[in-house]
């Protein structure tokens, strides 16, 4: 491996073979940092579709979807799937109706 000097962009030491700088301990790996930043912007992505949340019913038939009592996790998962069926139409409904309006 051939020796890398990096110049620490706050205190301007030149380090040699290092990530992070040797006096304040910043990172000055170009690369690394870009990783860095490239994972920082994901992850916010990540929390950001988390904090969308979905539909009230939707979270509540998640939720019960995993009861400890089967019969109940089938009732369940028999409502949740009829609920399913009621939004598909209900986006199809509105999607026509938006057609036919504009
Ligand atoms: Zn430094």
Redesign the pocket.
């Known amino acids: 491996m051939s020796d890398v000097y990096r110049k ?1 962009p ?2 301007g ?1 030149i380090n040699l073979n290092r990530d992070y ?1 040797k ?2 301990g ?1 990172l000055i790996n170009t690369n690394l940092r870009r990783q860095k930043e490239r994972a920082q912007r994901l992850n916010k992505k990540k929390t950001a579709a988390a904090a969308k949340k979905p539909h009230k019913i939707t979270l509540f038939f998640e939720k019960a979807k995993t009861h400890s009592n089967p019969i109940i996790r089938f009732i369940v998962l028999l409502f949740y799937s009829i609920w399913v069926v009621v939004v598909a139409i209900a986006s199809f409904l509105a999607l026509i109706i938006g057609y036919i309006t504009a």
């Open positions: 620490c706050t205190c030491l700088c006096h304040c910043v």
